[in-house]
């Protein structure tokens, strides 16, 4: 079946820095989203990719779809306190959305 | 206030007990979704619902059952079966297939006795 992981588990970034988490999957995706939850909440949409290619910002936030739509990558820039949390991929193939372990990113001020 | 609601926040279950988690929405949303989440693991889909009176199983629905009487209301029963309950559950919710965008609920940590 469809699995999709992500890398690193853990993230420990100085405040200021920039760091990128990266999703991929074992088939090909119709299209991927973002899920961020805040410790002690719950997942919030952040955003979804359909092209190949695609690349989208939310302000500090770049969301990469990769050409082959098998893997897709977050980059965050000038890290945050409020970025603390995880961060989950979810790839879409025909019925099912499967979402990967997540990346947990602590930051140091 | 529109969104998705879930109850109670912490649960706790004896041995041999079922328990039942409650998850309504008010978006008038089609699809509702239940998951799993453990530490260090992503989210499990356990059952979800895309139209009223009708449910399909997800990947780890062994233990769980679930109704859909109301297009508002998706309850979730955690029966005996299920041998390692202890998780965060989450109800999530969307317009229309599991492609779409999820909405999710606030979660419901259950531990077990």
């Known amino acids: 079946g469809q699995q999709v992981m992500q890398i690193p588990q853990y993230q420990h970034v100085q405040e200021g820095e920039d760091f990128t988490t990266y999703c991929n999957s074992s088939t090909t995706l119709s299209n991927i989203q973002w899920y961020k939850q805040r410790p002690g909440g719950h997942p919030v949409f952040l955003i979804q990719?359909?092209?190949?290619?695609e690349v989208k910002k939310q302000k500090r936030l770049t969301f990469q779809f990769g050409e082959a739509k098998k893997n897709s990558s977050l980059h965050i820039t000038a890290t945050q306190t409020t970025d603390v949390g995880t961060y989950f991929c979810?790839?879409?193939?025909?019925?099912?959305?499967?979402f990967g372990a997540g990346t947990t990113v602590t930051v140091r001020a | 206030d529109g969104g998705i609601t879930q109850s109670p926040k912490y649960l706790f279950r004896k041995e041999g007990q079922n328990v039942t988690l409650s998850c309504e929405q008010n978006l008038n949303h089609d699809a509702m979704y239940w998951y799993r989440q453990d530490p260090g693991q992503g989210l499990r889909l356990i059952y979800y619902s895309q139209i009223v009176n009708d449910f399909q199983k997800g990947d780890i629905a062994e233990g769980y059952s679930v109704s859909r009487e109301k297009k508002e209301s998706f309850p979730l029963t955690v029966t005996s079966a299920q041998k390692n309950p202890t998780a965060f559950y989450l109800c999530?919710?969307?317009?229309?297939?599991?492609?779409?965008?999820?909405?999710f609920g606030p979660g419901t940590r259950l531990l077990v006795l």
């Open positions: 979810a790839g879409r193939n025909d019925y099912k959305l499967s």
């Open positions: 999530a919710s969307s317009w229309g297939t599991p492609r779409e965008t999820q909405y």
């Open positions: 990719l359909v092209k190949s290619g």
